[in-house]
């Protein structure tokens, strides 16, 4: 403060109408500002012929970003939602700004990123930096992992025998491993039958039927195609 009057002026400073101890110079000086120093602060100052107060200056004191808790990886089924949430604290307004493989994404600028269809070029590392007045903090990457639901690539084939012959079925799919493997006889399940292949040893009229198999995994399951077995004489 700068103020004039007979000398000698004498000074106290005060914070939130609270006087400050030692606080008896024109100027006052705060080190290592924390939180609790924050508020109203004015200074009063006397001489022999009386006293007066300045007006109220206000100390506001940001808190940098901390980033609370980071995003998590996150798996999706292709074609589904995915979304990624951060959680920050700091003094308002924070600032969002979501990055893919360190690159900046266009209007991602919330706390929380989702994405409506997530397809195999989204897969990959997310990041967001959260900045105020006080600085910027950048969280911890999180990876969008694609899981590839089960796809039938060959389907079993329909087979015309005789008794006695051993008949063979396969399929082959593609898929997030591991995959899983139910043989169906007219629909029902084949005890034991769990394998990308199926076999019958000498095969007899009743074994006549169609057949197909469910394949499994964490993405879903898919039936094939019904594949008949016809036992003649």
């Given at each position: 403060?700068?103020?004039s009057?007979?000398?000698?002026?004498?000074?106290?400073?005060?914070?939130?109408?609270?006087?400050?101890?030692r606080?008896?110079?024109?100027?006052?000086?705060?080190?290592?500002?924390?939180?609790?120093?924050?508020?109203?602060?004015?200074?009063?100052?006397?001489?022999?012929?009386?006293?007066?107060?300045s007006?109220?200056?206000?100390?506001?004191?940001?808190?940098?970003?901390?980033?609370?808790?980071?995003?998590?990886?996150?798996?999706?089924?292709?074609?589904?939602?995915?979304?990624?949430?951060?959680?920050?604290?700091?003094?308002?307004?924070?600032?969002?700004?979501?990055?893919?493989?360190?690159?900046?994404?266009?209007?991602?600028?919330?706390?929380t990123?989702?994405?409506?269809?997530?397809?195999?070029?989204?897969?990959?590392?997310?990041?967001?930096?959260?900045?105020?007045?006080?600085?910027?903090?950048?969280?911890?990457?999180?990876?969008?992992?694609?899981?590839?639901?089960?796809?039938?690539?060959?389907?079993?084939?329909?087979?015309?025998?005789?008794?006695?012959?051993?008949?063979n079925?396969?399929?082959?799919?593609?898929?997030?491993?591991?995959?899983?493997?139910?043989?169906?006889?007219n629909?029902?399940?084949?005890?034991?039958?769990?394998?990308?292949?199926?076999t019958?040893?000498?095969?007899?009229?009743?074994?006549?039927?169609?057949?197909?198999?469910v394949?499994?995994?964490?993405?879903?399951a898919?039936?094939?195609?019904?594949?008949?077995?016809?036992v003649?004489?």
């Amino acid at each position: 403060v700068v103020a004039s009057g007979t000398e000698p002026l004498r000074y106290q400073w005060r914070q939130n109408y609270r006087d400050l101890p030692r606080a008896t110079n024109a100027t006052l000086i705060l080190t290592n500002v924390q939180q609790a120093n924050a508020g109203g602060y004015l200074v009063a100052i006397a001489n022999a012929a009386g006293v007066v107060t300045s007006r109220e200056a206000t100390l506001s004191v940001n808190q940098p970003v901390t980033i609370a808790k980071q995003p998590q990886d996150y798996g999706a089924i292709p074609g589904s939602r995915a979304a990624f949430i951060v959680f920050a604290t700091g003094t308002p307004p924070l600032r969002y700004q979501w990055r893919f493989e360190g690159r900046d994404l266009a209007g991602a600028t919330n706390a929380t990123l989702t994405l409506t269809n997530a397809q195999p070029q989204n897969a990959g590392a997310y990041r967001v930096e959260v900045r105020n007045a006080a600085g910027a903090a950048l969280s911890a990457e999180a990876r969008l992992l694609l899981k590839l639901p089960p796809a039938i690539q060959t389907q079993p084939a329909s087979q015309t025998v005789a008794p006695g012959v051993d008949v063979n079925f396969r399929v082959v799919a593609t898929g997030d491993a591991p995959l899983i493997y139910q043989w169906l006889k007219n629909g029902d399940r084949v005890l034991g039958a769990t394998n990308a292949s199926f076999t019958l040893a000498a095969v007899q009229l009743t074994n006549s039927a169609t057949y197909a198999v469910v394949v499994a995994n964490k993405a879903g399951a898919l039936t094939s195609q019904k594949a008949t077995l016809q036992v003649s004489l």
